[in-house]
C-alpha cells in the first residue's frame, strides 16, 4: 500500500518535471533583457542572409555571404513587441553564436571568421536603415561556438545619440565581417544565433516609453513612386519591350508638404547607393518609423537647420540589372544613367510633384560608387541641371582632374557654378581612401566651386556610419537662401555653416563675397 503510494508519489513528480521541462525548454535560446527571456525577432528588411530558419528551440540560424562587408547580417528586435530600451541602462551584452565556414566556400587564405555586433538606434529599419558598430569580435577557431560579453563603453550613448539624437535603441545587427579578413566576395558562413543577453546597469531605472519630441505635423512622409524608363546599354534602335519598364523609388515628402497647393515649391535631392545594392540601401521606407535618415530630414527641418527639400532615392543602374532584378553589379548600367536621370527622372518629379524649376535647386549625392557617379555622371555630364554635389566614401572611376579639366573645356557648362561641394570618407576606409586626400585637394582649388566642406571620419570604414553622418552634414548646408538676394546676407556665409556638428568637421571654405 505505502509502496503503491510512494510509486504514485514517484510518477506525480516525475509527470510534473517532465512536464515543467517541457515549458522551459520550450525556449532554450533568445534574448534575455532584465529578467525576461524571449525568442529572437527578426527584422528582414535590408538583410542579405539566406535560408534564415526560426527553430522551435529559439534559436534562428542563417547563412552569410561575403560581398565586400556588406554581406549577410541579420538584424533583432530588442523587445518583441517592437518598443524600444534605453541603451545608456546597460552595461553589456552576453552573446552566444555557433558558426561554420560552408565547405568549399571559404577562401583558404581567410583569416578566422569574425562578426560586427551593431546597435540599431530607434529609428532604425533593418540592416542598413541605421546602426552603430559596437565592437567587432574575431573567432579563435575557424569554426565552433562563440562566447562573448560585449562591453558597451560608457561613450557608447554617446555615439547613439549623436547619430539619432536619442538613446533609445531599437535592437540590434550580427554582421558577418567579410571585411578586412581576406575573404572573397560570395564565400560563406553558417551562423546560428543561440543567446543574447542584455546586461543591465546596477541600479538602471525601468526603461520608459520612447518620444522623440516631434508633433506628427513635424513629419515627413515617406512613398513609393515607379517612374518609366528604359535600358540605357542599348541602342535605341533595337530596343525591346523588354528594355522598357517602370523602376521602384522612394520619395520624402517634408512635412507640409501639399500636392493640390502649387504655389509652394521644393527643391529636389537624389540620392544614390554603392556596388552591388539598390534603392533600398539607404533604409528610407514607409514602414516603421522610416529610417535614419528620415529622422535627420524630419528633425532638421523641424529645428530651422535644413532647408525643405523633396529627397529621391533610386537604384543608379539604368539597364536591366538594377537592384531587385540583378546583382547591382552591372558597371556598364552605372556608367549610362545620366540618361535616365536627365530623361527619365528628373522629369518624372517636376511633372508629378511641386518641385522648384532650375538647377539652383538639385542636388545629387551617393555613396561609394554612387559618389563616383556623382562626379563621373553629376558634375561631369549633368551639370546644366544639378549645383549641389556630395561624395560619401567616393569611388571614383576617373581621375578627379581630369573630371575638372573636362568640365572646364565644356561650353555647355560656361559659368555655371557648383553652389555645394561635400567630400566625406572614413581614414580606415581600405576601399577608398588611399585616393581620397588627392580628391580632395583637386576639389579644394577648383574655382568653379562656391562652398566646399570635407569631412575625414576619424576610425571610418567604408561603411554607413560615415555615410549618415556625411548625410547629415551634406542636407545641412543645401539650398540655404540665395546670398545674392539677400544683400544682408552675404558677409555670413561662413556662419551658415555653424553646424550642431561643427565641432567633429573640417571646414575648408571658400569665402566668397559676392559682392566684392
Ligand atoms: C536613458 O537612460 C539614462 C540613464 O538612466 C538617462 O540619463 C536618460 O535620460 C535616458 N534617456 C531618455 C531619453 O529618457
Ligand atoms: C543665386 O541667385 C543668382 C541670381 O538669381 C543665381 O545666379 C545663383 O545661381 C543663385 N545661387 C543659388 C545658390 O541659388
Ligand atoms: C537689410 O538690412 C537693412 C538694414 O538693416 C534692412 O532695412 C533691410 O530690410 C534688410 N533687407 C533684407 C532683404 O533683409
Not at 562591453?151 to 547619430?163: G, L, M, N, V
Not at 537662401?481 to 553646424?499: D, G, I, L, P
Amino acid at each position: 500500500m505505502f509502496k503503491k503510494f510512494q510509486n504514485h508519489i514517484f510518477w506525480t513528480l516525475t509527470l510534473l518535471v517532465l512536464y515543467l521541462s517541457a515549458i522551459s525548454c520550450e525556449i532554450t535560446y533568445g534574448i534575455t533583457l532584465r529578467d525576461t527571456k524571449e525568442k529572437f525577432s527578426i527584422f528582414t528588411d535590408g538583410s542579405v542572409a539566406t535560408d534564415i530558419i526560426e527553430a522551435d528551440d529559439g534559436s534562428v540560424s542563417w547563412i552569410a555571404t561575403a560581398n565586400r562587408g556588406a554581406g549577410g547580417g541579420l538584424s533583432f528586435y530588442a523587445k518583441e513587441n517592437k518598443d524600444e530600451i534605453n541603451i545608456s541602462n546597460y552595461e553589456s551584452i552576453d552573446i552566444e553564436l555557433d558558426y561554420n565556414p560552408i565547405e568549399g566556400k571559404w577562401n583558404t587564405e581567410a583569416k578566422n571568421p569574425s562578426f560586427c555586433i551593431r546597435i540599431l538606434p530607434w529609428d532604425s529599419t533593418g540592416m542598413f536603415g541605421g546602426f552603430e558598430d559596437l565592437e567587432y569580435v574575431d573567432a579563435e577557431e575557424i569554426s565552433g561556438t562563440l562566447k562573448y560579453n560585449i562591453k558597451i563603453p560608457s561613450d557608447f550613448s554617446e555615439k547613439i545619440k549623436a547619430s539619432s539624437d536619442f538613446d533609445f535603441i531599437l535592437g540590434f545587427a550580427i554582421k558577418f565581417n567579410d571585411y578586412q579578413r581576406g575573404n572573397n566576395d560570395g564565400d560563406q558562413l553558417k551562423v546560428k544565433l543561440k543567446n543574447v543577453k542584455f546586461n543591465a546597469k546596477k541600479d538602471a531605472v525601468e526603461d520608459k516609453a520612447f518620444d522623440d519630441g516631434l508633433i506628427e505635423s513635424q513629419r515627413g512622409s515617406v512613398i513609393e513612386i515607379y517612374y518609366p524608363t528604359r535600358d540605357y546599354t542599348v541602342e535605341e534602335s533595337a530596343l525591346t519591350d523588354a528594355d522598357r519598364y517602370k523602376k521602384h523609388a522612394w520619395v520624402y515628402l517634408p512635412s507640409g508638404y501639399d500636392a493640390n497647393d502649387k504655389t509652394i515649391e521644393y527643391p529636389v535631392f537624389v540620392l544614390l547607393h554603392g556596388r552591388g545594392q539598390n534603392e533600398n540601401t539607404w533604409g528610407l521606407s514607409n514602414k516603421g518609423r522610416g529610417g535614419k535618415i528620415k529622422g535627420y530630414m524630419d528633425r532638421g527641418m523641424a529645428s530651422g537647420n535644413v532647408e525643405k527639400f523633396i529627397l529621391v532615392v533610386v537604384t543608379g543602374v539604368a539597364s536591366k540589372n538594377w537592384g531587385p532584378n540583378g546583382a547591382g553589379y552591372d558597371l556598364d548600367g552605372y556608367n549610362v544613367f545620366q540618361n535616365e536621370l536627365r530623361n527619365d527622372i528628373l522629369p518624372y518629379l517636376r511633372e508629378n510633384f511641386n518641385v522648384k524649376e532650375g538647377r539652383d535647386h538639385v542636388a545629387l549625392a551617393g555613396l561609394s560608387l554612387g559618389g563616383g557617379q556623382t562626379f563621373t555622371i553629376g558634375i561631369r555630364q549633368c551639370l546644366d541641371l544639378i549645383s549641389n554635389f556630395a561624395g560619401f566614401s567616393p569611388g571614383l572611376q576617373m581621375q578627379p582632374d581630369d573630371i575638372i579639366a573636362e568640365v572646364d573645356s565644356n561650353p555647355d557648362f560656361n559659368g555655371l557654378k557648383i553652389h555645394n561641394l561635400y567630400l566625406t570618407c572614413g581614414d580606415k576606409d581600405l576601399s577608398v581612401y588611399g585616393r581620397y586626400p588627392s580628391h580632395v585637394n583637386s576639389m579644394k582649388n577648383w574655382d568653379r566651386i562656391e562652398i566646399f566642406k570635407e569631412y575625414t571620419y576619424p576610425g571610418g570604414t567604408h561603411d554607413f556610419p560615415v555615410w549618415y553622418n556625411g548625410f547629415n552634414d551634406f542636407i545641412q548646408m543645401l539650398f540655404k537662401k540665395n546670398e545674392t538676394e539677400n544683400q544682408n546676407q552675404s558677409t555670413t556665409k561662413v556662419e551658415y555653416q555653424t553646424f550642431t556638428k561643427i565641432r567633429k568637421t573640417k571646414i575648408i571654405t571658400k569665402c566668397r563675397i559676392k559682392n566684392n
